[in-house]
Protein backbone atom coordinates (compact mmCIF):
# COMPACT_ATOMS: atom_id res chain seq x y z
CA UNK A 1 0.00 0.00 0.00
CA UNK A 2 1.38 3.51 -0.95
CA UNK A 3 2.76 5.13 2.10
CA UNK A 4 1.10 9.11 2.90
CA UNK A 5 3.62 12.00 2.32
CA UNK A 6 4.31 15.46 2.92
CA UNK A 7 5.49 16.11 -1.02
CA UNK A 8 2.78 18.32 -1.97
CA UNK A 9 2.42 20.15 1.98
CA UNK A 10 6.28 21.01 1.56
CA UNK A 11 5.77 22.56 -1.98
CA UNK A 12 2.80 24.38 -0.65
CA UNK A 13 4.74 26.06 2.30
CA UNK A 14 7.62 26.87 0.12
CA UNK A 15 9.92 26.60 3.29
CA UNK A 16 8.13 28.08 5.01
CA UNK A 17 7.95 25.88 8.17
CA UNK A 18 5.48 27.69 10.46
CA UNK A 19 2.51 27.74 7.11
CA UNK A 20 3.80 23.85 7.10
CA UNK A 21 3.26 22.88 10.51
CA UNK A 22 -0.29 24.86 10.29
CA UNK A 23 -1.49 23.06 6.96
CA UNK A 24 -0.46 19.34 9.89
CA UNK A 25 -2.04 20.78 12.13
CA UNK A 26 -4.78 21.67 10.51
CA UNK A 27 -5.22 18.02 8.60
CA UNK A 28 -4.85 16.35 12.23
CA UNK A 29 -7.51 18.20 13.66
CA UNK A 30 -9.89 17.84 10.67
CA UNK A 31 -9.32 14.42 9.55
CA UNK A 32 -10.38 12.65 12.94
CA UNK A 33 -14.03 14.19 13.27
CA UNK A 34 -14.46 13.63 9.37
CA UNK A 35 -13.40 10.26 9.62
CA UNK A 36 -16.01 9.31 12.59
CA UNK A 37 -18.91 11.29 11.11
CA UNK A 38 -18.53 9.00 7.81
CA UNK A 39 -18.00 6.09 9.60
CA UNK A 40 -21.44 6.89 11.79
CA UNK A 41 -22.99 7.48 8.19
CA UNK A 42 -21.40 4.25 6.79
CA UNK A 43 -22.99 2.27 9.99
CA UNK A 44 -26.28 3.52 9.50
CA UNK A 45 -26.24 2.92 5.53
CA UNK A 46 -26.44 6.62 5.03
CA UNK A 47 -24.90 6.25 1.60
CA UNK A 48 -25.59 9.87 0.87
CA UNK A 49 -24.39 11.14 3.30
CA UNK A 50 -21.10 8.49 3.38
CA UNK A 51 -20.62 9.68 0.06
CA UNK A 52 -20.21 13.36 0.66
CA UNK A 53 -17.91 12.42 3.58
CA UNK A 54 -15.65 10.46 0.82
CA UNK A 55 -15.59 13.30 -1.06
CA UNK A 56 -14.19 15.74 1.82
CA UNK A 57 -11.81 13.38 3.09
CA UNK A 58 -10.35 12.86 -0.82
CA UNK A 59 -9.09 16.30 0.16
CA UNK A 60 -6.76 15.15 2.96
CA UNK A 61 -6.03 12.40 1.09
CA UNK A 62 -4.98 14.22 -2.06
CA UNK A 63 -2.82 16.23 -0.21
CA UNK A 64 -1.12 13.55 1.84
CA UNK A 65 0.32 12.36 -1.98
CA UNK A 66 -1.92 9.32 -2.13
CA UNK A 67 -2.75 9.09 -5.63
CA UNK A 68 -4.13 5.61 -6.06
CA UNK A 69 -5.51 5.93 -3.11
CA UNK A 70 -7.62 9.03 -3.96
CA UNK A 71 -8.49 6.68 -7.49
CA UNK A 72 -9.73 4.14 -4.89
CA UNK A 73 -11.78 7.03 -3.42
CA UNK A 74 -13.38 8.36 -6.16
CA UNK A 75 -14.78 4.76 -7.50
CA UNK A 76 -16.12 4.47 -3.76
CA UNK A 77 -17.67 7.88 -3.67
CA UNK A 78 -19.53 7.45 -6.87
CA UNK A 79 -20.51 3.77 -5.95
CA UNK A 80 -22.21 5.41 -2.47
CA UNK A 81 -24.20 7.84 -4.67
CA UNK A 82 -25.02 5.72 -7.62
CA UNK A 83 -25.69 2.41 -6.49
CA UNK A 84 -26.28 3.08 -3.07
CA UNK A 85 -23.94 0.27 -1.50
CA UNK A 86 -20.74 0.47 0.47
CA UNK A 87 -19.09 -1.92 -1.75
CA UNK A 88 -15.22 -1.05 -1.22
CA UNK A 89 -15.91 0.35 2.45
CA UNK A 90 -13.09 -1.65 3.39
CA UNK A 91 -10.43 -0.93 0.66
CA UNK A 92 -11.54 2.94 2.26
CA UNK A 93 -11.24 2.05 5.40
CA UNK A 94 -7.72 0.71 5.36
CA UNK A 95 -6.85 3.92 3.15
CA UNK A 96 -8.34 5.77 6.52
CA UNK A 97 -6.39 3.92 8.85
CA UNK A 98 -3.00 4.06 7.04
CA UNK A 99 -3.69 7.92 7.22
CA UNK A 100 -4.72 7.71 10.90
CA UNK A 101 -1.19 6.25 11.73
CA UNK A 102 0.74 8.19 9.17
CA UNK A 103 -0.74 11.15 11.13
CA UNK A 104 0.13 9.58 14.73
CA UNK A 105 3.75 10.17 13.67
CA UNK A 106 3.81 13.70 12.79
Do not use: C, R, W
Request: hydrophobic letters at 40%; aromatic letters at 8%; a negative charge.
Amino acid sequence: MEQPNLAYIDTLSGGDEAFKQKLIDIIKMEFPDEKAVYLKNIEEKNFEAAAENVHKLKHKISILGLEKSYEIATEFENDLKDNHDDVGKEAFISILQNITTFLATL
